[in-house]
């Protein structure tokens, strides 16, 4: 009975998580789960063959790299793992619930690309070498956590609390200071993915419409809902409504409220092209 209560739980607090991260995680998950695979059954380093070598020529030749290297993860060293995805959880969920999903991919891919595109610029500097991980593309979901919710207090182990504006940026002083200190830490691409999340962020905020996923990704990580998981219902377009105008008039007041408690919240740029047309014909109305 508490295995099932457990795993019940578990597929709850999953069936919970917003669409888009849940789709990352279980594709990293996945993913590192396949490097065990391959290594163990093949003798095939996947990471061979779909991380990113810093070498120009490389990434021209095989472009596919910048956005698979997101993916993988050392195999010797799970924590890389764990704290890639502990990381991605706490601080991605509200970003996408605040943002939307396709925001949120948007940053979460822009990120890691930033982080390779600038590895691979400074590699005359740093030398060519073999990254994986996504930390680049978690930086930036930091970075924009950072910036839509700087004074939220984080927990770090022995510390009192520490307002996120300063632990995300605590990290970032702390990468810089270590830039030239050699080990296994791709620097740079954390920097370069914290850059992106933050350009990201300022377009945001400056009215650009981040949201430039295609919609056919928004059919394809919602296939990873599980079954359990509250689907939302459509709206019938073949109902109309047959009530009288005092009905009606209430109907549009009440969807008026709610367009501008949307304002109120995310902004005018939240809007979806139905609701600004909405707004615009109850405008006219007396």
Known sequence: MATNSFGYSVKRGFAAMPDALRAIILLNTATFVAQFVFFAFFGIDL???????????????????????????????????????L??????????ERLGPRSFLTIYFGAGLAGALVDVALSFAAGTTLVIGASGAVFGVMVAFAMLFPRTPIMLFLLPPIEARYVVGGLIALDIIFLNSGGQVARLVHLGGALGGFLLMRAHKNGFDLSLIPRYFEYLYRKF???????????????SIVSDADVIE???????????EKISKKGYDALSKEEKKKLFELSKKD
Not at 87 to 96: I, K
């Open 250 to 260: 209430e109907v549009d007041q009440s969807e008026l409220d709610e367009i501008l």
């Open 225 to 239: 809902k599980p079954s359990g998981a509250p689907k939302t219902k459509k709206r019938n377009k073949k109902m």
């Open 87 to 96: 990381w991605l959880w706490w601080m991605g969920r509200p970003v996408e």
């Open 47 to 85: 990471s061979t063959y779909l991380g990113l070598n810093t070498n120009i020529v490389i990434t021209i030749t095989q472009p596919w790299r910048i956005v698979t290297y997101m993916f993988l993860h050392s195999m010797g060293n799970l924590f890389h793992f764990i704290f890639n995805m």
